[in-house]
């Protein structure tokens, strides 16, 4: 497992995390979870640990996006708390968040 704080992620850029992701994981079996309170409260407020400073949804859109063609098993969003989600901004963050893994996932789909 390697873990990559957001400053690491902001200082190098979206493009070398994948890289680097790519070159770890190879084409072993591979299962994403997302976890909302990655992305800056600005973005997504409803989560029970909010971190300012975190990823902007485009940077998510870009982490995600870039993580395609890898060997998914399965994928999860995670975080989303309604009760803290004042005008529904989380939910449609992680709804889309959700959408893009399973898109991820349905390329993965061997029939």
């Known amino acids: 497992m390697r873990v990559m704080f957001v400053e690491e992620v902001q200082k190098r850029g979206i493009d070398a995390i994948l890289e680097e992701t ?12 997302f976890d909302i309170d990655s992305i800056d409260p600005a973005f ?8 300012i400073a975190g990823l902007t949804t485009p940077e998510a859109m870009a982490l995600i996006r870039g993580l395609r063609g890898l060997n998914y098993v399965g994928a999860d969003m995670v975080e989303v708390s309604p009760p803290f989600d004042v005008g529904g901004l989380t939910a449609l963050t992680g709804a889309t968040v959700m959408y893009e893994l399973l898109c991820l996932l349905a390329e993965t789909v061997k029939t």
């Open 22 to 33: 790519r070159a770890i994981v190879g084409d072993m079996p591979v299962y994403l979870s």
């Open 44 to 51: 997504a407020p409803g989560t029970g640990t909010p971190e």
